[in-house]
C-alpha cells in the first residue's frame, strides 16, 4: 500500500510533467535541491511543509487533495472513538433534528391513514366434570370390546373449533348490527364484492365462491384465540372496525362453540348407550344359556355332590352363569346412567365474561407509530451522516 509521501510525490510529479516544468525550476521554487525535489517525487523523503506551501504559492493550480485517509477515523484498529462520533454527529446536529421530526410527523400521518379497530373479548372455563359411579367398571368393559371410553372434554382442543370453517361459515353468513343500527354481514363491511380499482374490463362478474373463500382468510386474521394451559381459562378476541359487531361476533362464537361441545358429547353419549344396550342383549343371551345348561346338568344328575368329577363340571357351569350374571347385572346399571347422561344438559364449557362492546379502539397505536418512527428517522439520519463522514 502507498504511503501518503509516495502518493504526494507522485502528484507534484505529475503536475510538473502536465505543466512541463523543469525540476530545477520547481527546486528552486520550493527552496529545495534538485536532488531533494527528486527524493519527494519518488517518495523516498517526506515533503516539508514550508517547501509545500512554497510550491502552492509559484503554482496556484497545484493542489494537494489531501486523501480521505488522512482524516481521523471514527473506527481504527477495532476501537470506536466515541468523542469523534458524538462530534461528526453534532456538526450536523441540525440534518438530524430535521430528519427525525419529518419521519415522527410522516408516521402520525401514516397512523391517521390506518381504519380504527376495536377488540372485544368473551372468556371460556372448562367445567368439572363429575365422576360416576361404576364408570372404571364401564371402561373396562369397552375395553376389552374395542371401545375407546375416554373423558369426552379431552377430545376437544378448543382454539381448534374457534378457528374451524363450520365456526366461520356461520359467522361470515349471519348479519351484525353496527354501532349505526344498521344490520350489515363482514363480507358487505369489508367491501369484497366491490370491483377492484385495477380492474379495467367493463365486464367484471363477481365470483362468489372466490370472494366468500377470501372472506373466511380474512376472517382468520380478525379472530385471536389463547388457552393458559395451568387453568384452562380460554381467552377469544374478536377485532373489527366496529365496537358492536366485535363484540356481538365474540359472543356468537362463543355460544356456538359451547353448543357444538355439548351437542358432539350428547352424541358420544349416545353412541355408548347404543354400545351398552348391544352389549346388554348378548350378554342376555349368553346368561340365559348358561342357566339352561345348569338346569339341565342339575336335572340329568342329582347326586353330583357325591361325585368328584361331576361336582367339577358342576362348579364351572355354576361360575359361568354367575360371571354371566354379574356382567348382566353391570351392563344394566350402565345402561341407566348412559342414558341419563344422554338427556344431561349441564354445559362443558362455561362462559365466564360475555363480551362488551369495547369504548376505546385497539389499533392503530399512535404513540407507538410516534415512537418508531422518530427511531427509525433518528436512526436513518444519524447512519446516513456517519457514512457520509
Do not use: C
Not at 95 to 113: D, K, P, R
Not at 119 to 137: E, F, H, R, W
Not at 305 to 311: A, T
Request: hydrophobic share 40%; aromatic share 12%; proline share 3%.
Amino acid at each position: 500500500m502507498e504511503t501518503k509521501k509516495e502518493i504526494l510525490g507522485k502528484k507534484i510529479k505529475r503536475f510538473r510533467l502536465v505543466n512541463d516544468i523543469r525540476q530545477e525550476d520547481m527546486a528552486d521554487k520550493m527552496g529545495v535541491s534538485r536532488a531533494t525535489l527528486i527524493n519527494y517525487e519518488k517518495g523516498y523523503t517526506a515533503v516539508n511543509f514550508d517547501a509545500l506551501d512554497r510550491l502552492k504559492e509559484a503554482y496556484p493550480l497545484f493542489k494537494e487533495d489531501k486523501s480521505e485517509n488522512d482524516k481521523p477515523k471514527i473506527i481504527e484498529n477495532n476501537i470506536i472513538d466515541f468523542r469523534l462520533l458524538f462530534k461528526v454527529l453534532a456538526s450536523n446536529i441540525s440534518y438530524i433534528a430535521f430528519t427525525t421530526i419529518f419521519a415522527g410527523f410522516f408516521g402520525i400521518l401514516l397512523s391517521f391513514s390506518i381504519s380504527k379497530s376495536y377488540t372485544a373479548q368473551i372468556s371460556l372455563y372448562p367445567a368439572k366434570k363429575d365422576s360416576m359411579q361404576g364408570l372404571g367398571q364401564l371402561q373396562s368393559i369397552a375395553a376389552n370390546f374395542g371401545v375407546n371410553t375416554a373423558q369426552k372434554s379431552n377430545n376437544f382442543n378448543i382454539p381448534d373449533v374457534v378457528k374451524s370453517r363450520l365456526i366461520a361459515n356461520k359467522v361470515l353468513k349471519n348479519s351484525w348490527q353496527s354501532q349505526n343500527k344498521e344490520k350489515i354481514n363482514l363480507i358487505q363491511m369489508w367491501g369484497l364484492y366491490k370491483k377492484p380499482w385495477y380492474t379495467l374490463s367493463k365486464k367484471f362478474e363477481i365470483d362468489s365462491s372466490a370472494v366468500f373463500s377470501k372472506a373466511l382468510n380474512k376472517f382468520n386474521n380478525h379472530i385471536y384465540v389463547s388457552e393458559d394451559q395451568i387453568t384452562g381459562l380460554i381467552r377469544i378476541d374478536t377485532q373489527f372496525s366496529d365496537p358492536f359487531i366485535s363484540a356481538e361476533i365474540a359472543n356468537f362464537i362463543g355460544d356456538n362453540v359451547q353448543t357444538y361441545i355439548q351437542k358432539e358429547n350428547s352424541a358420544q353419549s349416545k353412541k355408548e348407550k347404543l354400545f351398552i344396550s348391544d352389549r346388554l342383549s348378548i350378554v342376555r343371551n349368553e346368561l340365559e344359556l348358561a342357566e339352561l345348561e345348569l338346569k339341565k346338568f342339575k336335572e340329568r344328575n342329582r347326586g353330583y355332590e357325591n361325585s368328584p368329577e361331576l361336582f367339577m363340571v358342576f362348579s364351572r357351569l355354576f361360575r359361568e352363569s354367575e360371571a354371566k350374571k354379574e356382567v348382566y347385572m353391570t351392563l344394566q346399571q350402565q345402561l341407566e346412567l348412559a342414558r341419563i347422561d344422554e338427556v344431561k344438559q349441564s354445559p362443558i364449557l362455561h362462559i365466564l365474561d360475555h363480551a362488551v362492546p369495547p369504548i376505546e379502539k385497539s389499533s392503530p397505536n399512535r404513540i407507538m407509530f410516534l415512537v418508531v418512527f422518530l427511531f427509525l428517522g433518528a436512526s436513518y439520519s444519524s447512519l446516513k451522516t456517519l457514512f457520509r463522514y
